[in-house]
Each structure stands twice: as structure tokens, then as C-alpha cells.
């Protein structure tokens, strides 16, 4: 499952964002409409569909539980959670506890990255932008290199 697009939309006063119909035709048919808002790593909320946050939860479980690091990158990683759906217009709700997230900002940005989307203030997110874009020729390099040491895995397990 992939995400694709960048979708500038509002977010009314009670916290509700209108999915756009171009992401929501990418949601997975045999899921019912439910899905989990999270805080993501970058300042920014994620949605994942069921399926792929069933996915990221095992691997959070897989963490050692005895390390106090890791301990608390998994509950940073929950904290918030919440399993939402879709109401009859398309719209989500944004709770409280997640909202502060997205600032006192009406304008958000929905953005699909591979299995998940990210919900952005329009603001932050420029400024990430910003920051990404300064330095793209080293994030480059540093994509290329990994990708190049998990393509030489592969060849020799192929």
C-alpha cells in the first residue's frame, strides 16, 4: 500500500479535516473506515490504516522493554494514539491531545508517504522544507549509500 499526493485542506473548529476524495480512494477496500492518528517522529501527526499500524505496533513490541531508551521511543510513539473513522462526509476528528501538535492553525497539509499520511501545519511544514532543502545534496548522498549497501545484501542472498 502506497500513499501518493500532497493535499492542502482546513481544519474546522471542532478539529475535523474532509479527507480529499484522491487519498481517501487510496484507503485499503477491505478496511472499515478505521484507522490510527499518532504523533510521528518529525513535528507532525500520521495516519496509518489498521493493517499497517498493526504493523508498526509489532515492531514497537519487538523492542527491548528493559532498555529505558527504547522504552521510552515506544511510548513516545503512543502516546496520543488514537483509532478514529471516517464520518459521512469523509471527515476525521483530531483530538485534543493530538491537536497541539498542529498549533492554533486552521490550514494543514495531508501528505501520503508510502504506508502512511502525514498531517502537517501548513507552516511547519514549510519550514521542514526548508531545512530538507538546504541540505538535499547530503540527505542524497546518505539515501544512495544505504541503498546501495541493502542492494549488495541482496545480491549476495540472491
Not at 4 to 14: A, F, L, S, V
Not at 37 to 56: F, G, Q, T
Not at 108 to 129: H, M, P, S, T
Amino acid at each position: 500500500m502506497t500513499f501518493r499526493g500532497q493535499y492542502d485542506c482546513t481544519m474546522d473548529e471542532k478539529g475535523r479535516i474532509k479527507m480529499p476524495a484522491a487519498l481517501r480512494k487510496q484507503f485499503p477496500v477491505d478496511e472499515s473506515g478505521s484507522f490510527i492518528i499518532a504523533k510521528d517522529i518529525e513535528d507532525c501527526l500520521v495516519i496509518y490504516p489498521m493493517k499497517e499500524w498493526e504493523a508498526e505496533e509489532s515492531r514497537l513490541m519487538k523492542l527491548n522493554d528493559y532498555d529505558p531508551e527504547l522504552r521510552q521511543f515506544a511510548a513516545t510513539m503512543m502516546m496520543g494514539l488514537t483509532e478514529v473513522q471516517f464520518d459521512n462526509a469523509d471527515r476525521f476528528l483530531i483530538n485534543k491531545k493530538l491537536m497541539k501538535y498542529l498549533g492554533n492553525s486552521r490550514e494543514v497539509v495531508l501528505f501520503g508517504r508510502f504506508n502512511k499520511i502525514q498531517i502537517w501545519d501548513a507552516a511547519k511544514l514549510e519550514q521542514y522544507n526548508s531545512g530538507s532543502n538546504a541540505n538535499i545534496k547530503d540527505l542524497a548522498a546518505k539515501a544512495a549509500a544505504y541503498l546501495d549497501k541493502l542492494e549488495g545484501v541482496e545480491k549476495k542472498q540472491g
